[in-house]
């Protein structure tokens, strides 16, 4: 399901809107709107002995399955400040990111009425705080790259890519880096 689907009225002046799926405008008084994905950040929180940090959802979608920490930006906020801030939220720590990962695609949930995400991931490292999991997390692990979950426990279709990723970096010499 699009993001404009059953769109029919202006939200400002209750004109009939006309368009399609990826835009909608009112004639009445010039409203428009976008379809679009919906962007977060995540972090590849790394420790000293090369483990990740993954945190366990205590909410839907996927209650009880490992992500990697992250949320949505909020309006007019920069990623880094948003990746800075979700992580404080999450996690308790005070990162620092390093290195930008990579973006990945996904929808916000497992069925076709989920929104579209742009996902945007960082390498970072733990400059302060102490580890504990809040907010929507219940349970914070670090894991090696020989040890993570199986696919299954692992929520959203993307974060098992990223982690791959995350493997395969390792593996490569540092002149590729």
Not at 92 to 100: I, K
């Amino acid at each position: 399901m699009g993001e404009l689907e059953g769109w029919k009225y202006c939200p400002r002046c209750r004109g009939r809107l006309r368009g399609g799926e990826q835009r909608v405008e009112c004639a009445a008084c010039g409203f428009v709107a976008y379809a679009h994905s919906k962007p977060t950040v995540c972090a590849l929180v790394e420790d000293d002995e090369g483990r990740v940090l993954l945190a366990r959802r205590a909410l839907e979608p996927f209650k009880g399955r490992w992500d990697l920490p992250g949320g949505f930006l909020e309006e007019g906020e920069h990623p880094l400040d948003a990746l800075r801030r979700e992580l404080r939220e999450e996690t308790g720590l005070e990162v620092e990111p390093r290195e930008f990962f990579g973006v990945w695609t996904d929808r916000y949930g497992g069925d076709s009425t989920a929104e579209s995400t742009l996902n945007l991931y960082w390498t970072a490292r733990a400059v302060a705080g102490e580890a504990k999991a809040a907010d929507d997390v219940d349970d914070l692990r670090w894991f090696s790259r020989d040890e993570l979950p199986s696919d299954d426990e692992i929520a959203f279709e993307n974060v098992p890519l990223v982690l791959r990723a995350w493997q395969e970096h390792a593996q490569r010499p540092a002149l590729d880096r």
